[in-house]
């Protein structure tokens, strides 16, 4: 049986505080940052900006930045990825698609690839969720080391207290 959905009081706001052990939303008025000082250096080329980094769940939200031709190492999902593309484009050197502005992408669990940006392209920016590691291998699948939501929030801390913005900055994206 469907549910009863006929809300006598439709702009009424819920009368009853969240549950005590939820935790507090993050609010991100400027996700695009024009600060600088927000992207964090990961490789030449390429940088991160976060914006959720869920360690009680082991994922991480963030906006992947890359500008002129740069690419994001090889590496294998055991856990799925969702990608926006919000700038730019770019492809995996394993398909022959490409992944364009406005477009979405679902990377399922088992995929290994490397991320291209060509250098037409100025600036290339996706919104991805990447649940579990990234593990970084060799063209033969050989592990080259990996990344998981607290090597990011690590590289975070570091970047921000050498920028300025001291390291507990990072705080405000942990959940
Ligand atoms: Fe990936």
Redesign the pocket.
Same mark, same amino acid.
């Given at each position: 049986m469907p549910t009863d959905r006929t809300d006598p009081e439709p702009l009424t706001p819920y009368q009853y505080p969240n549950p005590p052990e939820a935790l507090p939303e993050i609010v991100i008025p400027n996700a695009i940052p024009t600060d600088e000082r927000l992207w964090v250096p990961q490789a030449e080329n390429v940088w991160f900006r976060p914006l959720c980094l869920n360690a009680s769940q082991g994922y991480w939200m963030n906006l992947l930045r890359v500008r002129k031709s740069g690419v %994001?190492s090889r =590496?294998r999902?055991p856990q799925a990825?969702h990608?926006f593309v919000l700038k730019g484009r770019w492809k995996?050197l394993e398909h022959d698609w490409w992944a364009e502005e406005g477009g979405y992408v679902f $990377?399922p669990p088992g $995929?290994t =690839?490397t %991320?291209y940006v060509p250098e037409d392209v100025q600036e290339m920016i996706t919104y991805?969720q990447?649940n579990g590691v990234?593990y970084y291998t060799d063209p033969y699948g050989k592990g080259m080391g990996y990344e998981d939501v607290f090597t990011k929030i690590d590289m975070c801390r570091k970047h921000f207290e050498e920028v300025g913005l001291g390291s507990d900055y990072v705080k405000q994206f942990i959940r």
């Open positions: %994001l =590496h999902h990825v990608g995996y $990377e $995929e =690839h %991320l991805f990447v990234m």
